[in-house]
């Protein structure tokens, strides 16, 4: 099995693009993975180039509101960071082919899991919408009440975990669908990779972690 390297970030923190350089360069793996699809990879790399009736078309208009929400959440912080949401991702994907390093996109497409969101019930989907809404007016989430958000770093690991923990209770559907299906299909894909690479060092999304490390069985 390949030494596996995790690098936790915040998509439109900069902390996340200096994680990313540092490790890669210190770690010289000879393959780099994120948390991309060929799909997700390519939007970020024309940066929304989709037709809106299209995706009201395909998604659904509750699942479409959500997905519109949630893309001006992350436009509207990264603003305030300056850092373009995924910057980070492609930020290892250009280091790699920098240095020859081999480039693995280990996330599920994306087409299944909105396909699933649409599936979830509508008070999910309800309950999901005030909390983008509440996030974006600066109204304070259930979790993190006593804590201030510095937006260029990383979340602190207790965040993480409380964040996790409310959307696990109160967002049963979402959190299966957005993330431990998705630990599990990734976790899969890096141990795949194991086998054909001595070390992959992988950047995802600071939510995904401690599940991945549980299913890789790395060291906490």
């Not at 690098?7 to 439109?12: A, C, D």
């Not at 020859?100 to 509508?122: C, Q, V, Y």
């Not at 959307?167 to 959190?175: A, C, D, N, Q, V």
Request: hydrophobic share 40%.
């Amino acid at each position: 099995m390949a030494k596996i390297i995790l690098v936790p970030t915040s998509h439109i923190a900069r902390e996340s693009l200096e994680r990313v350089r540092k490790t890669i360069e210190n770690e010289k793996p000879d393959c780099v993975a994120v948390e991309l699809d060929i799909n997700r990879y390519h939007y970020l790399k024309e940066r929304g180039s989709e037709s809106t009736l299209d995706m009201i078309r395909v998604l659904g208009l509750p699942t479409f509101l959500i997905y519109w929400v949630l893309k001006k959440f992350q436009d509207y912080f990264g603003k305030k960071t300056g850092i373009l949401p995924g910057s980070e991702m492609m930020e290892a994907i250009g280091m790699g082919r920098e240095r020859g390093i081999t480039i693995a996109l280990i996330d599920r497409p994306i087409e299944i899991t909105l396909f699933k969101i649409r599936k979830t019930s509508l008070s999910e989907k309800l309950t999901l919408f005030k909390l983008l809404i509440m996030g974006v007016l600066g109204i304070a989430i259930p979790f993190g009440k006593k804590h201030k958000f510095n937006l260029n770093l990383v979340p602190p690991k207790e965040i993480i975990k409380q964040a996790m923990g409310y959307l696990k209770k109160e967002l049963p559907g979402f959190y299966r669908i957005l993330v431990s299906e998705r630990n599990a299909v990734m976790a899969k894909n890096l141990k795949e990779l194991g086998k054909k690479f001595d070390k992959i060092v992988c950047v995802i999304g600071a939510g995904h972690e401690k599940g991945m490390k549980e299913l890789l069985e790395l060291k906490a």
